[in-house]
């Protein structure tokens, strides 16, 4: 069975798209459909919306999926797939967030629209140096199948997405530094003269 036929098992023909053999683009090149990758297309049309997890180094998305959501993403989905560098839940498609959107700084995207993942039993080269895989080849693997559960529903009460949004407009806190008040005191208390003391205030008296 190729991976077509095993997608098509899974997902609707329609929400299937084909991709470059050992890549994430868009087919680009000749290939027959034993080599060649897959995407699965989101949004309201394909009725598919996507949790994409990044775990590289810099990008915990796993954590702080687990520290914030409130629902179990792996028990309501319907199918998980562990991706070289994290996870894809898949659940019917959501208007809660209104389309795909990125959080690139905890490394969470909600692919939801005009858009798609790759697609499971799809092998890609890694091209992140960072990697102890760099350079080989790397597979999307199905490890979870709810949909004989009826999952899929992400809840209508959750607050997650109201979060991610949140954490578009968290910046850094940076605390001004706090000037030496002693030392410029003990340099104006010193036996100095006017002129020294115009060089290092810029004014006579001081404040």
């Not at 098509?8 to 060649?36: G, M």
């Not at 659940?91 to 939801?112: A, E, V």
């Not at 960072?130 to 350079?135: P, S």
């Not at 009460?157 to 940076?174: D, N, P, Q, V």
Request: proline share 4%.
């Amino acid at each position: 069975m190729n991976r077509l036929e095993q997608l098509t098992k899974l997902f609707e023909i329609s929400s299937i798209k084909r991709l470059d053999p050992e890549a994430k683009r868009p087919l680009q090149v000749q290939s027959n459909e034993h080599d060649c990758n897959y995407g699965i297309m989101t949004g309201i049309e394909h009725n598919l919306t996507v949790i994409d997890i990044d775990n590289s180094p810099d990008k915990k998305g796993s954590k702080w999926l687990k520290k914030y959501a409130d629902f179990k993403p792996d028990k309501e989905c319907i199918f998980l797939v562990q991706t070289p560098h994290g996870f894809h839940y898949y659940f019917k498609h959501s208007q809660l967030l209104g389309g795909t959107k990125h959080y690139n700084k905890i490394g969470i995207d909600i692919q939801s629209g005009n858009s798609y993942v790759v697609a499971p039993y799809s092998i890609v080269r890694c091209d992140k140096d960072w990697c102890a895989n760099y350079g080989q080849l790397e597979g999307y693997k199905l490890i979870k199948d709810n949909s004989h559960l009826g999952k899929g529903n992400i809840p209508s009460t959750t607050i997650l997405f109201h979060l991610l949004e949140k954490t578009r407009k968290l910046k850094k806190s940076r605390k001004p530094k706090k000037k030496d008040k002693s030392v410029n005191k003990a340099i104006w208390n010193s036996k100095l003269s006017k002129v020294t003391r115009r060089e290092v205030y810029g004014k006579e008296k001081h404040k």
